[in-house]
Protein backbone atom coordinates (compact mmCIF):
# COMPACT_ATOMS: atom_id res chain seq x y z
CA UNK A 1 0.00 0.00 0.00
CA UNK A 2 1.23 3.22 -0.66
CA UNK A 3 2.74 5.64 1.80
CA UNK A 4 0.77 8.16 3.50
CA UNK A 5 1.05 12.02 2.75
CA UNK A 6 2.41 14.35 5.45
CA UNK A 7 1.69 17.86 5.45
CA UNK A 8 2.33 20.81 7.57
CA UNK A 9 0.17 23.41 8.95
CA UNK A 10 0.51 26.39 7.99
CA UNK A 11 -0.68 29.83 10.09
CA UNK A 12 -2.47 32.51 8.09
CA UNK A 13 1.11 34.51 8.14
CA UNK A 14 2.35 31.00 5.83
CA UNK A 15 4.63 30.29 9.16
CA UNK A 16 4.22 26.61 9.49
CA UNK A 17 5.03 25.85 13.73
CA UNK A 18 6.44 22.39 12.79
CA UNK A 19 8.68 23.49 10.68
CA UNK A 20 10.17 25.97 12.84
CA UNK A 21 10.17 23.46 15.08
CA UNK A 22 12.29 20.89 13.38
CA UNK A 23 14.56 23.29 12.01
CA UNK A 24 15.74 24.32 15.70
CA UNK A 25 16.43 20.77 16.03
CA UNK A 26 19.74 18.53 15.80
CA UNK A 27 21.60 15.32 17.06
CA UNK A 28 19.16 12.74 18.75
CA UNK A 29 15.89 15.09 19.09
CA UNK A 30 16.66 15.62 15.28
CA UNK A 31 17.02 11.82 15.05
CA UNK A 32 14.01 11.09 16.63
CA UNK A 33 11.84 13.01 15.09
CA UNK A 34 12.69 12.11 11.68
CA UNK A 35 11.81 8.25 12.76
CA UNK A 36 9.22 9.30 14.04
CA UNK A 37 7.70 11.01 10.63
CA UNK A 38 9.21 7.85 8.61
CA UNK A 39 6.87 5.63 10.96
CA UNK A 40 3.99 8.00 10.74
CA UNK A 41 4.63 7.92 6.87
CA UNK A 42 4.54 4.41 6.73
CA UNK A 43 1.65 3.35 8.67
CA UNK A 44 -0.66 6.24 8.95
CA UNK A 45 -3.91 6.15 10.73
CA UNK A 46 -2.31 2.55 11.93
CA UNK A 47 0.37 3.22 14.04
CA UNK A 48 -0.26 3.18 18.11
CA UNK A 49 1.25 3.34 21.34
CA UNK A 50 3.71 3.31 21.89
CA UNK A 51 4.66 5.32 19.33
CA UNK A 52 1.42 7.40 18.47
CA UNK A 53 -1.54 8.40 21.13
CA UNK A 54 -4.78 9.61 20.61
CA UNK A 55 -5.35 12.63 22.16
CA UNK A 56 -8.86 12.94 21.91
CA UNK A 57 -11.27 14.74 19.26
CA UNK A 58 -8.97 13.54 16.27
CA UNK A 59 -5.77 15.30 17.70
CA UNK A 60 -2.92 12.71 18.02
CA UNK A 61 0.96 13.03 19.32
CA UNK A 62 3.94 11.08 17.95
CA UNK A 63 6.10 10.01 20.73
CA UNK A 64 9.71 9.83 20.96
CA UNK A 65 12.57 9.58 23.56
CA UNK A 66 12.64 13.60 23.39
CA UNK A 67 10.16 14.69 20.93
CA UNK A 68 6.63 14.88 20.38
CA UNK A 69 5.31 15.83 17.23
CA UNK A 70 1.37 16.70 17.15
CA UNK A 71 -0.78 15.89 14.25
CA UNK A 72 -4.73 15.44 12.98
CA UNK A 73 -5.76 13.25 10.17
CA UNK A 74 -7.36 15.53 6.86
CA UNK A 75 -8.35 13.85 3.51
CA UNK A 76 -7.54 10.75 1.68
CA UNK A 77 -4.04 9.63 3.66
CA UNK A 78 -3.30 12.69 5.09
CA UNK A 79 -1.74 13.51 8.03
CA UNK A 80 -0.74 17.39 8.90
CA UNK A 81 1.78 18.33 11.49
CA UNK A 82 0.60 20.94 13.96
CA UNK A 83 3.52 21.21 16.36
CA UNK A 84 6.01 19.97 18.00
CA UNK A 85 7.86 19.91 21.64
CA UNK A 86 11.11 18.73 23.45
CA UNK A 87 9.95 16.09 26.32
CA UNK A 88 10.58 17.17 30.12
CA UNK A 89 7.69 15.92 31.45
CA UNK A 90 5.01 13.14 30.91
CA UNK A 91 2.16 15.72 30.42
CA UNK A 92 1.49 18.07 27.29
CA UNK A 93 1.19 21.65 28.94
CA UNK A 94 -2.15 23.72 28.92
CA UNK A 95 -0.67 26.24 26.92
CA UNK A 96 0.29 23.72 24.42
CA UNK A 97 -2.47 21.80 23.98
CA UNK A 98 -4.97 25.32 23.86
CA UNK A 99 -2.38 26.34 20.52
CA UNK A 100 -3.37 22.76 19.36
CA UNK A 101 -6.71 22.61 19.54
CA UNK A 102 -6.98 26.22 17.83
CA UNK A 103 -4.73 25.22 15.11
CA UNK A 104 -7.00 22.22 14.92
CA UNK A 105 -10.17 24.19 14.93
CA UNK A 106 -8.91 26.46 12.24
CA UNK A 107 -7.87 24.01 9.83
CA UNK A 108 -11.43 22.29 10.25
CA UNK A 109 -13.18 25.83 9.28
CA UNK A 110 -10.51 26.00 6.18
CA UNK A 111 -12.48 23.02 4.47
Do not use: C
Not at 30 to 59: F, I, M, Q, T
Request: hydrophobic residues 45%; without cysteine; positive net charge.
Amino acid sequence: MADWRIEAYRLDTGESPVQAFLDKLDGEPLADALALLKLLREYGNALRLPHSRALGDGLFELRGFQVRLFYVFRGVRTAVLLDGMVKKRDDIPNDMVRRLRGMQRALRERK
